[in-house]
């Protein structure tokens, strides 16, 4: 019997604090120097691996953190019995990362008795019996862009959905959606509660949120990529209006404009996978800070910083990410994790190997430089929007 549920206890409540959120702080008078170079190639720390120690093979590894908790989020999880034996796939899960001070350990909230993890983003009951009156399809859920919190315990992710169908010999994949998903923690145990709100957006649409979502100021800030390309593309909306996407504005390049996808600016082009958070990594002047990885399959670390969510965002590729253990493939779900990085020229990362490898762990240690005299300038001369931090 191996049943995981109610693991949590009161003790592994761990609450960040704002060094855990801002790597730079703790060298003030430093910054990283621009454009970015690394002290060293990326120092690789092993794979995050489930405590259970069953070795799972799984991919994605975003994290967030709710209600004071942390958690990573995976794709395809490889699920295995106490045993060691393949079980199945569930296309999405969660683990707690009880102590922040050990980035790479963390634990499943629920496995049940014949070794499947549950799912962190649930199938409906339509889903469930779609899947069961056709064992050749299979629908994946996957949450790439993170969690935004918009009030103590409650938060929110995006995610996209997929139909996965085998045929003789080969398999399609016919993407069909993003979507929102409600997400509560009980603070006294780290559970969480998800719902999925709503009806699906067009797969025509933008999947705001799908890559990367920050909460600044009075607004949520959703990174998506257009449908059809790899140009990325951003809406704002209010916390309390997350999930009317009516309510969503679009940067158009100038200003905030309401429902009008087809003019919206792009960002930046062909890195499809990043995390953008806040940081004074690189000072005060480019507070938000982005870590991705292009679409050719190159294995380069990418890094962009802007005075604002909407930019301009300034790139560039600082190094490589490297197997572990698998040899050949590619690199992807190349993500910063800024909660369990250390401060000053030090950030952690992970990517994911493909199969059957996992979310590798690493660090960069940035080449750092005393900082440039801050100009007096008037608020006509501050980047447009950039909002102050409630």
């Not at 691996?49 to 590894?61: E, Q």
């Not at 010999?169 to 998800?194: F, K, N, P």
């Not at 008037?378 to 447009?384: H, L």
């Amino acid at each position: 019997m191996d049943h995981l549920k109610n693991l949590f206890n009161k003790h592994l409540r761990i609450k960040s604090s704002s060094s855990d959120n801002n790597p730079g702080q703790d060298q003030e008078h430093y910054q990283a120097c621009w454009p970015a170079e690394l002290e060293s190639p990326p120092t690789i720390l092993g794979y995050v691996l489930d405590v259970n120690d069953r070795g799972y093979s799984r991919d994605i590894g975003r994290s967030f953190q709710l209600g004071g908790f942390t958690y990573y989020v995976f794709g395809d999880t490889f699920c295995k019995d106490q045993d060691g034996y393949f079980r199945g796939i569930t296309s999405n899960t969660v683990a707690l990362v009880s102590d922040t001070g050990k980035p790479t350990k963390c634990t499943y909230q629920s496995i049940d008795d014949k070794g499947m993890v549950a799912a962190f983003l649930p199938l409906t009951e339509s889903e469930k019996l779609y899947r069961e009156e056709d064992a050749k399809t299979r629908i994946m859920l996957w949450s790439f862009g993170g969690l935004v919190e918009v009030k103590e315990g409650v938060g929110y992710v995006w995610y996209q959905k997929s139909i996965e169908r085998k045929g003789s010999g080969q398999s399609t994949t016919e993407y069909v959606g993003s979507g929102i998903a409600r997400v509560e923690v009980d603070c006294e145990t780290g559970e969480l509660t998800t719902t999925r709100c709503g009806e699906l957006i067009s797969p025509e649409e933008p999947g705001f949120g799908c890559l990367s979502a920050i909460k600044h100021g009075h607004h949520v800030y959703l990174y998506g990529q257009r449908s059809g390309s790899c140009k990325i593309v951003l809406a704002r909306v209010a916390p309390h209006e997350v999930e009317n996407t009516a309510a969503y504005e679009h940067w158009d390049g100038e200003g905030w404009q309401l429902n009008n996808c087809d003019n919206a600016a792009t960002l930046w082009e062909d890195i499809p996978q990043a995390s953008v958070f806040r940081s004074s990594l690189f000072g005060e002047q480019y507070p938000f800070v982005m870590v991705g990885v292009t679409k050719w399959c190159d294995n380069k670390v990418q890094v962009g910083i802007a005075p604002a969510p909407q930019g301009p965002w300034q790139i560039k590729d600082v190094g490589v990410a490297e197997p572990l253990k698998v040899s050949g493939g590619h690199r992807y779900c190349i993500y910063a994790h800024p909660w369990a990085s250390e401060g000053g020229k030090d950030l952690f990362l992970t990517w994911s190997e493909t199969w059957p490898g996992g979310v590798v762990a690493a660090k960069l240690t940035f080449t750092m430089q005393s900082p440039p005299p801050t100009p007096d300038s008037s608020a006509e001369d501050k980047p447009a929007e950039v909002e102050k931090e409630l």
